[in-house]
């Protein structure tokens, strides 16, 4: 009877959510998706009331900021309870206007603006993580786990911008408390949980016995004892000069004081924590995978970046933001290998969708779009879309592309660019994850010469919420030029 019965996809898909429960069990969500795209076209339903679209024209529309599209309950798993009543944080607020009441407060503090002041404390930890690799890997000559450091150095990164202290990650050489592993088993609770949502219900939910994901009790440790030391002015690695997010969030409380609470000023730290550490090492990994597998890729980038920084000099945001090639690097790894790679499902509003072959899904069905998906669309990005290719993001002047031509081009592949989302529920943190790469990469790249052990390593990868990755292991020697 579901009026989705019309549209193509796995014939058990229609019949139950177990169907795609299993995609997500088997860590290989994405490609498997990609492939019943190329089966069945851009229109697979994947549910027995949900289909994944793949027309980046539509983007505007089910991503945008009216008001009227909400999240589904795939959302909500990502919740806790607190003086018994189930509270939702940013990301997981699925209603419109509750979702705005918490974003306003903070909002602007995620403005380029506001995370540019923070590129002093930026600088301090990128100076440690060259420090860590100079002294463990380069004057050694050790083989490293790059891949791991850069996901140390990420979560040192945030923990620095959001409280002024470092988890100790870099200092420790591993995940010494075991945080970074239970923040992917929380993300993988997320994107199962979130395909037949009442299962949220029996596992954590549940007031008899909680079964649930394990929370990061060190990180919600470290959180409130910053805050608590921070509001008492007792908190020593809080320098007034170097802004941070937990000094922005303390602000909102007096600008905002019928918003936010210091139960919220908690929410609003571990957000930035979870969403925004794995997601970034995700990314940086990628994008070290893939350019030094490639020579070519790699030398064009290496000699960009080092005509431009000298060994030891952290890179200046703005100066880094002008070398085009690297911009193409950052952009295609941002297309390739989205860190988030799953359907962000959306209820759809009355009066129903129309789709582009002009059927219409009815009010109250979900419909979504997946980074990864509309990333490879090979209307927009063309034939060679499965491949790795830094170069399509620049102007084609050999071709004689003018300016014109080029920003066209450039703000129709943007409607096919849902890595960070899109409308009003966009990711928050994106100038500071972007600020972040790009201040990272030319530094290392200035600093090292760096290579994979294996220059045709295959690296493990996990596909679930997150496109999660693992390898990258290099030799660092000192530049050589
Ligand atoms: C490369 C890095 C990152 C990627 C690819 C990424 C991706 C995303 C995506 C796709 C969404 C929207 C999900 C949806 O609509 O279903 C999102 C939301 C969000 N992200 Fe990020 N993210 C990144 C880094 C960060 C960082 C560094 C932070 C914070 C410091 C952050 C904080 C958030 C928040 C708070 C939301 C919820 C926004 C809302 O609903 O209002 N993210 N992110």
Known sequence: TSPLRKYP???????????????????????RMKRLHEKYGPIVRIGPNLLDLDFPELSRVIYNTDGKWIKSDFYKNSSSIIDGKITYHMFSECDNVEHARLKRPVVRHYSVPSVLAMEPHMDKVIADFLNHLQERYVKPSERCQFGEWLGYYAWDFLGIVTFSKKFGYMKAGSDFDGTLAIADKSIDYLGLCGQMPWLDYWL???PVVHIGPPNIGNVTNIAIQSMVARLKGEDE???PEKPDFLQYFIESKSTHPELVDEGKIIGYLLLNLIAGADTTAITLRALFYYTLQNPAIWKKLQDEVRANFSAFQIAPHAKARALPYLEGVVR????????????MERIVPAPGLTLPDGSVVPAGQMVGMNPYIV???????????????PERWLQRLKEGES???????????NTAHLTFGGGSRICLGRNLSLMEVWKVVPTLIATFDIELVDSQETWETWSRWFYRNRGVVCRLKPRSD
């Open 375 to 389: 990333g490879r669309n090979k209307g927009i990005f063309g034939d060679d879309a499965d491949e790795f290719k």
């Open 9 to 31: 996809g796995p014939f058990l898909a229609g019949f139950t959510n177990l169907w795609r429960l299993w995609q997500v069990v088997s860590a290989d969500y994405a490609p």
């Open 204 to 206: 954590d939910k549940n």
């Open 403 to 413: 300016d014109e031509e080029y920003q066209a081009r450039m703000t129709l592949w």
């Open 237 to 239: 690695n809080f320098i």
């Open 332 to 343: 295609e790894t941002l297309r390739y290998h989205p860190a988030v790679s799953m359907i």
